[in-house]
């Protein structure tokens, strides 16, 4: 029998540069929500430390080592992207959430304009600095925002609204880029 | 409006949804008798000043009680309702 | 008339637009009034309500007189000011409130009739009869009274919004507050620079004053350039702050593209929320005219404004130059045209005292008591010691003194303070937290004292940010005493208008006072005083003078109005930027969307959601032909559905149980692993909130579903309960909604379609009604539940989202070879209907577990949110209108869910009111119309016949009372 076919939330949507900037997908092949049961968060930062080199973040941080990363989603969760994790039954409560979400970054000299069009975040880079996240909104819609370096952050959205956002993000773009 | 999550710290209200005030979250237990339960639904103070309510943060998912004043607008505090009740 | 050699624009640089169809040459950098007047247009508009003649008055935002209608068409703005608009090549300019032309205008009649139109004018005539206030007055004052008209088309023009954060904002780019900008920025601080400007420097731009040796401008342009140079600084001209909320955000609005054509991406305006730390507002001051009869002809303008027009447009507002103050202030308008070689024919101070060092005729002690000119001034009355003379003049430039912009200031609430000094209102400390006024918003009108308070207000922004300021050397300029004598009114023949926006006099405001209207805010809103798009921003203070004077009080003891945002209008498209139409909401498609619309489903919005409405096939001509085929394939052979937008919750935790035990009415902790549960939540007050399903799947792991349109109530409520209510459970919650494709596989084929995908096959034993299992689908790990909407032998089919669009081609396909296929969110409504099943339509908010017949769902065994508010007498009363069918008695044409049930031979009244419709449909199954709905004692009442009436739509039917599960009551199906 014929296998399915994944398509990824953004397909046919994007790369796509405007102006100074570009839009494109982060493809997220797995990504895990882990969220510590009471008093169980050492334990479940030590396992992952041991497992995959990055400890639990604290709120509004990530944490990465190679392809592994583990970003802080909400109150008590991280989303931990990009490799095996280890048993942490009775840890933490453990959720596959690498189909739930669109992801995509914006890269170049206007990205941080054309998120200021959207994102109510002080975004700046001496208080938003590389490795920093943070839950709010791109426009209507609640978000994951992480600064991945000087020009570059991504964004991610629930998987439903990859149109919304990659409509948004343009028409910022476009906006940002007509200023000149 | 800004209000202040203690996770994320001050952000803007669009952020956030309000629940009412703060007394929500002294909930009595099942023998308590039927006028005492109307009261802890529905009879609330009206303060001029000072104030706790609940607000939701939506992007992080915490309740959070905050603390602030209905005259001034000051936003005092925000702590996090799981804190507040233990 | 402009002068060569003067002003700050390259005249050179030709740019033409047009006004009510001339074309008008003006330059780059000039505005519209200043192109009107350098064009010698003098008359500009109609008022608001006498339709008089009107011209410029000022130079900048607060214009009440020169309001136009620019572009055309769909992106037509009406009420926009000349003094802000920029011109460029090809601009569209009209004027409003005229018919057939501005300079002959059939409503100027009203100007005739104006000893009956004063104050309250319409409050004491259109009393009575009322009912013709709506049909009739109304609309022929609004007709007759007005601005601009809006296009009525949708404006396809881009507009903005962004957010900026700063330790600083400096509002205002004059000499304060460049000088605040410049020394808080040295000391490292974060600034923004907003100047409502498209060039910055304020005055210094209008006024021929030097600073350390250098004229005003080029001083500015060195400070500019250092500002601009600097990382930490961030300048916004064209940036008008608008409003100042609560925790240091401020509004702006940015006008982006307004100065150029129209078109493209760039968006005409953006609206700022700026949020700063600290915020230091040198807004500067306004000029106020002065209320002399007949002070509103073209040509009467304010002498700051003659000023700017002069230095910097290098336009002189008229050939005969008029000036009339109560300060030195406006002797510089006369020191400057005459420099320029303007004739200045007298220069009149109120002051019998006032030394006057100019080469012009000089009257102190004068007062000017009437004008002449039908469209434009050509003469003034000027009276003083030594008599009444006449004296021939095009432009009149006035003073009445100064009001510091304290606007802002007053934002939230806080009165600003009478300085005896200016004779105007300064603000006081401490009114925004976090702001502090500098220069001439403070109450400092030299030039050297504005730049001083400027330093000093940056300096101590500084501070208060932690952050160290070097010792600022001050630049040298004027520090000229601002002398001045209050002169509010002049009396003589004639009206003095105060208000020029809103056409209210002297003797309108007197007449409020005479009428008792004595409080501010009284008077006010009798007048209407203050009440027009500038806010009172050129009226307000003489307004209280006057209101003072009629009274009997003082300035200070009258008050002020309440000073409100936005401090200039405000665009609804730049406000609600990125909020319409397809910004209005985010949209949520589901993986099966690109499937859906291929088919040629019209979708429709179910919430945020888009869902198929049914999927016609040829020779189908209308939605009920689908959408009976649909419900009977699916009863009869196998239907597809996606049901991925109902709300998923994964509960995990060592207290998952205990606490999904609290959340629902009835016990889950019971359930085994590898079977489901219908579950109903209660809101704390015994209502419904919700319904759906869960499923076990560990010891502490269980998946619940809610319904598409509470997902996000629910997953709040739940986590209120998990945070607030029981903190001491160990239970995590996360939403699966979106990693899970999920798609109703639904009929008596459902399971021989299944087995045929299946890695493993099922049947009744593996997997019986109520169970759920691991299933590996083509491959792909999914999840497979045994529930049913339908009352049919039904599956629910989960895999993760990026397999959705496959899976559900493939669905779709296999149950088409079994004859049947995808149905609609119409057929799911039907199949529902006929099972009795309820949605959102019955457990609307006002229904409790007992109306629905759940009332045995609430376990009394342990305690959960609601139970106790259920149980009170009032909510489980016989008498409460309870879920029922209804079943048409004989042919009716149609049902309609809205209509109320009454007796059968009762008179449908609301006295009689027994319940009301909540659902309906035509059921294939049944061949019949079938509707459910509560009715009073309801289920004691099957076998009865009720009317059902429609007030709204006219439509009424015989219905008999019937069980609400119309087919299958026994659920046979469901098992088989």
């Known amino acids: 029998m014929a296998n399915l076919v994944a398509r990824t939330p953004c397909e046919g949507l994007l790369p796509v540069t405007i102006g100074s900037v570009t839009l494109s997908e982060v493809v997220i092949e797995r990504m895990a929500a882990v969220a510590p049961f009471k008093g169980k968060e050492g334990a479940v930062s030590a396992a992952l430390k041991e497992a995959c080199d990055i400890v639990f973040p604290a709120p509004n941080r990530t944490s990465s080592k190679g392809d592994a990363r583990a970003v802080w989603a909400g109150q008590g969760r991280a989303n931990v992207i990009g490799c095996d994790l280890p048993d942490l039954s009775g840890l933490a409560a453990v959720t596959d959430q690498g189909d739930g979400v669109a992801?995509?970054?914006?890269?170049?000299?206007?990205?941080?304009?054309?998120?200021?069009?959207?994102?109510?975040?002080?975004?700046?880079?001496?208080?938003?600095?590389?490795?920093?996240?943070?839950?709010?909104?791109?426009?209507?819609?609640?978000?994951?925002?992480?600064?991945?370096?000087?020009?570059?952050?991504?964004?991610?959205?629930?998987?439903?609204?990859?149109?919304?956002?990659?409509?948004?993000?343009?028409?910022?773009?476009?906006?940002?880029?007509?200023?000149? | 409006m800004r209000l202040i999550c203690p996770h994320c710290g001050e952000?803007?209200?669009?952020?956030?949804?309000?629940?009412?005030?703060?007394?929500?979250?002294?909930?009595?237990?099942?023998?308590?008798?039927?006028?005492?339960?109307?009261?802890?639904?529905?009879?609330?103070?009206?303060?001029?000043?000072?104030?706790?309510?609940m607000w939701y943060h939506d992007p992080c998912g915490a309740w959070i009680v905050v603390h602030r004043d209905t005259v001034t607008h000051a936003v005092h505090s925000g702590e996090l309702a799981s804190e507040v009740r233990k | 008339m402009r002068i060569a050699g003067k002003g700050l624009i390259d005249a050179s640089k030709r740019v033409s637009f047009s006004f009510d169809g001339r074309r008008i040459e003006g330059a780059e950098g000039d505005t519209v009034a200043s192109a009107l007047l350098a064009n010698d247009v003098r008359l500009v508009a109609r008022s608001f309500k006498y339709h008089r003649p009107r011209g410029v008055l000022t130079a900048g935002s607060e214009e009440p007189n020169a309001l136009v209608t620019t572009g055309s068409g769909a992106g037509a703005e009406p009420n926009v000011r000349a003094t802000m608009v920029e011109i460029h090549e090809g601009l569209e300019v009209k004027s409003q409130n005229r018919w057939p032309s501005l300079g002959f205008d059939v409503l100027s009649v009203n100007d005739l009739a104006a000893p009956f139109f004063g104050a309250g004018f319409y409050y004491k005539t259109f009393m009575w009869p009322g009912a013709l206030w709506e049909k009739l007055y109304e609309p022929l004052i609004r007709r007759a009274a007005g601005l601009g008209a809006l296009s009525g088309k949708n404006n396809a023009d881009r507009y903005e919004r962004a957010y900026a954060f700063c330790d600083l904002l400096v509002i205002g780019a004059g000499p304060a507050g460049l000088m605040a900008a410049l020394t808080a920025a040295r000391a490292g601080a974060d600034v923004i620079l907003a100047d409502e400007d498209s060039r910055m420097g304020g005055r210094l731009l209008a006024e021929s004053e030097e600073i350390d040796g250098k004229q005003g401008h080029v001083w500015v342009a060195e400070v500019l350039a250092e500002l601009s140079g600097m990382e930490n600084v961030r300048l916004m001209p064209r940036t008008t702050v608008t409003g100042a909320?609560?925790?240091?955000?401020?509004?702006?609005?940015?006008?982006?593209?307004?100065?150029?054509?129209?078109?493209?991406?760039?968006?005409?305006?953006?609206?700022?929320?700026?949020?700063?730390?600290?915020?230091?507002?040198?807004?500067?001051?306004?000029?106020?005219p002065i209320a002399f009869p007949d002070n509103d002809r073209p040509?009467?303008?304010?002498?700051?404004?003659?000023?700017?027009?002069?230095?910097?447009w290098g336009v002189a507002a008229g050939k005969r130059v008029a000036v009339y103050g109560n300060n030195d202030g406006a002797?510089?308008?006369?020191?400057?045209?005459?420099?320029?070689?303007?004739?200045?024919v007298a220069v009149i101070d109120s002051r019998i005292d006032a030394s006057v060092a100019l080469d012009a005729p000089v009257i102190t002690g004068g007062r000017v008591i009437g004008t002449k000119g039908r469209l434009g001034l050509e003469e003034i009355t000027v009276a003083s010691a030594s008599g009444e003379r006449q004296i021939k003049a095009d432009c009149l430039a006035m003073s009445g003194g100064w009001n510091p912009t304290v606007h802002l200031a007053c934002h939230m609430n806080g009165q600003p303070v009478w300085d005896e000094a200016i004779q105007s209102f300064t603000p006081k400390p401490g009114m925004i937290p976090g702001m502090e006024a500098a220069g001439a918003a403070n109450g400092v009108f030299s030039t050297a004292g504005c730049l001083a308070d400027g330093a000093r207000a940056g300096e101590a922004a500084a501070a208060d940010l932690g952050k160290k300021a070097a010792k600022t050397k001050m630049p040298k300029a004027s520090d000229g005493a601002y002398a001045l004598e209050p002169l509010w009114v002049v009396e003589g023949k004639g009206r003095q208008w105060l208000d020029f926006q809103n056409d209210v006099t002297v003797k309108d405001v007197r007449l409020a006072a005479k009428e008792n209207y004595r409080s501010v805010e009284h008077m006010k809103r009798y007048t209407t005083q203050g009440m027009a798009p500038d806010q009172g921003k050129n009226s307000n203070v003489g307004a209280l003078a006057v209101l003072a004077d009629a009274t009997g009080r003082g300035i200070p003891e009258t008050g002020t109005t309440t000073y409100r945002p936005p401090f200039v209008p405000v665009s609804i498209a730049a406000m609600g930027a990125g909020a319409q139409g397809k910004g209005f909401a985010p949209q949520r498609f589901t993986t099966s969307h690109a499937a859906s619309v291929e088919r040629g489903a019209p979708m429709i919005e179910a919430g945020m959601w888009y869902r198929p409405s049914y999927f016609a096939r040829p020779g189908e001509s209308t939605w009920r032909q689908a959408c009976d085929r649909e419900v009977t394939m699916v009863r009869e052979a196998v239907g597809i559905c996606d049901v991925s937008t109902l709300g998923k919750i994964d509960v995990q935790g060592p207290d998952a149980a205990a606490f999904l035990d609290f959340v629902y009415t009835n016990t889950i902790s019971t359930l085994p692993v590898g079977k489901v549960r219908y579950g109903l939540m209660l809101r704390e007050d015994g209502h419904v909130m919700d319904d759906g399903t869960c499923a076990r799947f560990g010891e502490g792991h269980f998946v619940i579903t809610t319904t598409t349109a509470a997902a996000a109530l629910v997953m709040r409520h739940l986590e209120f309960v998990a945070q607030g209510l029981r903190p001491d459970l160990d239970v995590q919650l996360v939403s699966v909604t979106e990693q899970w494709a999920q798609f109703g596989v639904v009929g008596p084929k459902s399971r021989d379609l299944l087995n045929d995908l299946l890695d493993a096959p099922i049947s009744d034993e593996t997997l019986p009604y109520m169970g759920h299992q691991a299933a590996q689908v083509m491959g792909v790990r999914g999840r497979l539940f045994r529930i049913s909407f339908s009352g049919e032998h039904a599956y629910e089919l989960a895999v993760p989202a990026r397999y959705g669009e496959a899976l559900y081609r493939v669905l779709v396909a296999r149950a088409e070879m079994l004859g049947g296929g995808a149905y609609g969110m119409e057929a799911l409504n039907v199949l529902r209907i006929e099972k009795g099943h309820i949605t959102h339509a019955e457990i609307h908010g006002r229904t409790t577990a007992f109306d629905i017949g759940f009332d045995k769902m609430i376990s009394r065994e342990k305690d959960c949110i609601g139970q106790k508010m259920a149980a009170r007498e009032g909510m489980v009363e016989e008498s409460r209108e309870q879920l029922v069918g209804l079943k048409p008695v004989g042919a009716v044409k149609q049902l309609t869910a809205g209509a109320h049930i009454f007796v059968e031979d009762a008179q449908a009244k609301r006295e009689n009111d027994q319940g009301y419709v909540t659902s309906v449909c035509y059921s294939p199954t049944v061949q019949s119309f079938l509707g459910l709905g509560f009715l009073k004692n309801g289920r004691a009442r099957y076998g009865e016949r009720v009317r059902l009436v429609d007030h709204l739509r006219g439509v009424e039917a015989i219905c008999e009372v019937v069980n609400p599960v119309f087919f299958d009551p026994e659920g046979g199906r469901l098992r088989g």
């Not at chain 1, 002080?122 to 609640?142: E, I």
């Open chain 2, 11 to 53: 952000r803007d209200r669009r952020e956030f949804t309000y629940q009412g005030a703060a007394e929500i979250l002294d909930r009595p237990s099942r023998e308590v008798g039927n006028d005492d339960w109307a009261d802890y639904l529905h009879l609330r103070e009206n303060p001029a000043g000072e104030t706790k309510d």
């Open chain 3, 331 to 344: 002797h510089k308008t006369a020191r400057d045209l005459m420099a320029a070689g303007v004739e200045v």
């Open chain 3, 245 to 288: 909320y609560d925790q240091g955000t401020y509004g702006a609005l940015e006008r982006v593209g307004l100065h150029k054509a129209a078109g493209g991406h760039l968006p005409r305006e953006c609206f700022w929320r700026i949020v700063a730390r600290r915020s230091i507002l040198a807004a500067g001051a306004l000029e106020r």
């Open chain 1, 103 to 180: 992801a995509v970054k914006i890269e170049g000299d206007g990205a941080e304009a054309v998120l200021a069009r959207l994102v109510p975040l002080d975004l700046r880079a001496a208080t938003f600095k590389r490795g920093h996240t943070a839950r709010s909104l791109v426009n209507h819609m609640a978000a994951s925002i992480t600064r991945l370096g000087p020009k570059s952050f991504e964004v991610m959205v629930m998987r439903s609204m990859a149109q919304t956002l990659v409509h948004e993000l343009t028409e910022a773009a476009e906006g940002v880029a007509a200023r000149g």
């Open chain 3, 299 to 312: 040509g009467i303008m304010n002498a700051g404004a003659v000023r700017a027009y002069l230095n910097r």
